[in-house]
């Protein structure tokens, strides 16, 4: 598959496994406020090896009262810039529950003009589910 011409927008563990060596995978878990659970932390314990943290939380509009609100262009840049992600990147985000926060930072990546960028279906637990590798190293800077 070339992937700069034919990008899926959603993808399976199967294909990423076959292509992670040619994506940027993103970690976009998040949970509610009320459930107790530490994304960053469980990111930081157990990821998709190659995995950067896409925090929801952070990557949003902090002068808005309501939460989850998109950011400035040039906020997103800047985050975008800190995770090592450039325009030409192809991205494959997933999430911790399987189907729940990753679509979000999908629909983000599209809006700020990011045209190569995948769901993974099934998320983490479709990953594991797969034999998909694990990695539980401390994370680098740049995750």
């Known amino acids: 598959m070339d992937l700069d011409f034919d990008f899926p927008?959603?993808?399976d563990a199967a294909w990423l496994q076959t292509n992670l060596s040619k994506v940027k995978v993103l970690d976009a878990s998040w949970h509610m406020p009320a459930s107790g659970r530490d994304a960053k932390a469980e990111f930081?314990?157990?990821?998709?090896?190659?995995?950067?943290?896409?925090d929801?939380?952070?990557?949003?509009?902090t002068s808005s009262e309501l939460p989850h609100m998109l950011p400035s262009a040039a906020a997103f840049a800047a985050a975008a810039q800190a995770l090592g992600v450039s325009p030409?990147?192809?991205?494959?985000?997933?999430?911790?529950?399987?189907?729940?926060?990753?679509?979000?930072?999908?629909?983000m990546w599209k809006v700020f003009g990011h045209g190569r960028v995948a769901v993974l279906d099934g998320g983490l637990?479709?990953?594991r589910a797969a034999g998909g590798?694990?990695?539980a190293?401390?994370?680098?800077?740049e995750q």
């Open 137 to 141: 190293s401390p994370a680098s800077r």
């Open 56 to 61: 929801l939380d952070a990557v949003a509009d």
């Open 133 to 135: 590798a694990l990695d």
């Open 9 to 11: 927008s959603v993808v």
């Open 88 to 107: 030409q990147d192809a991205l494959v985000a997933y999430d911790s529950h399987g189907l729940f926060s990753a679509p979000r930072a999908w629909w």
């Open 44 to 54: 930081q314990a157990c990821r998709i090896p190659g995995a950067r943290f896409f």
């Open 125 to 127: 637990p479709a990953w």
